[in-house]
C-alpha cells in the first residue's frame, strides 16, 4: 500500500553574488530518507505551523491559502540554520527550534515574513518511495552575508555557490542530489540574477492540466515558470 505524501515546504533563497546569482544549500547527515544529500532549507509541515501563535508570527499576504506551508518553510529554515526572513531586519542568527521560533520573532515585535515568499512548484514524491512527501518550493531573495548557525543533527555542511557549480558538483559526482533539487537548479541558472527569478515567479502560479512525471517518478503538480520539461 503506498505511503500517503507528507505536506511539505522548501525554501529556495537566493542572493546576488560577485559571479551572479547564488542559492543557498546545505548538506543532510547521512542518515534518514534525504541523508547525505545536498538540498535547500525546508522540511515537513508540522502541528504547531497551524496554531494561534504561527499566525500572530508569520504574515503572508492578504487571502492566501497556504499560511502553514509558508510558515513551515521560515521555520524550518531558521531551525536548520538561523536564518531568520522577517518584516524588520533581524541581526544576527536565530537560534531556535518549533514554537520557540514564532516566540521569538512575537518577542521581538515582528514577524517572519511570508510575502517574501513566491510559490515556484509543488512536487510529490514518487509513490513507490517509503517515505512520501508532498513539497512546495518557494523562492526568496535576501541581501548581504548574513550569519548562519547549522544544528549538526540536521545539517552537516551549508553553503552560498550558482547553480552552475552545484550542477558541476552533482555531475562530478561529489554532491548528491535529488531530482526536484536538480531541476530547481537548472532553472536557477537560466535566469540572468535574483530579481530575474522573482520577476519569472507568477504569482499565482497555475498548476499542471495534467500532472507531469519527472524521471525519478516524481508527480510535478504545479510547474516552474517559463520552463520546458526538462530530461
Do not use: C, K
Not at 77 to 82: H, L, P
Not at 125 to 153: C, H, K, M, N, Q
Not at 182 to 198: D, F, R, S, V
Amino acid at each position: 500500500m503506498a505511503v500517503t505524501p507528507r505536506p511539505a515546504a522548501t525554501l529556495v533563497v537566493i542572493r546576488a553574488g560577485a559571479e551572479g546569482l547564488e542559492v543557498l544549500m546545505l548538506e543532510r547527515p547521512a542518515r534518514g530518507f534525504f541523508g547525505g544529500l545536498w538540498v535547500f532549507p525546508g522540511g515537513g509541515v508540522e502541528t504547531i505551523d497551524q496554531t494561534r501563535l504561527a499566525v500572530d508570527a508569520v504574515s503572508v499576504p492578504d487571502g492566501t491559502s497556504d499560511h502553514r506551508w509558508r510558515t513551515a518553510a521560515l521555520r524550518e529554515t531558521v531551525e536548520e540554520i538561523g536564518l531568520a526572513i522577517t518584516r524588520e531586519p533581524w541581526n544576527g542568527p536565530l537560534e531556535a527550534a518549533g514554537e520557540g521560533v514564532f516566540d521569538a520573532v512575537v518577542a521581538r515585535g515582528t514577524t517572519l515574513d511570508g510575502h517574501r515568499l513566491r510559490l515556484l512548484s509543488q512536487w510529490v514524491t514518487p509513490v513507490w518511495a517509503p517515505t512520501r512527501f508532498d513539497a512546495r518550493f518557494y523562492l526568496t531573495i535576501i541581501e548581504g552575508d548574513p550569519p548562519l548557525v547549522s544544528r549538526p543533527e540536521e545539517v552537516t555542511d551549508v553553503m552560498w555557490t550558482t547553480p552552475d557549480a552545484a550542477l558541476a558538483r552533482g555531475r562530478e559526482g561529489s554532491w548528491a542530489m535529488v531530482t526536484p533539487t536538480i531541476h530547481h537548479l537548472e532553472w536557477l541558472a537560466l535566469q540572468a540574477g535574483p530579481q530575474q527569478a522573482w520577476d519569472a515567479v507568477a504569482t499565482s502560479p497555475t498548476p499542471s492540466s495534467t500532472p507531469w512525471t519527472a524521471s525519478d517518478g516524481s508527480e510535478v503538480l504545479v510547474r516552474l515558470p517559463a520552463t520546458s520539461d526538462l530530461p
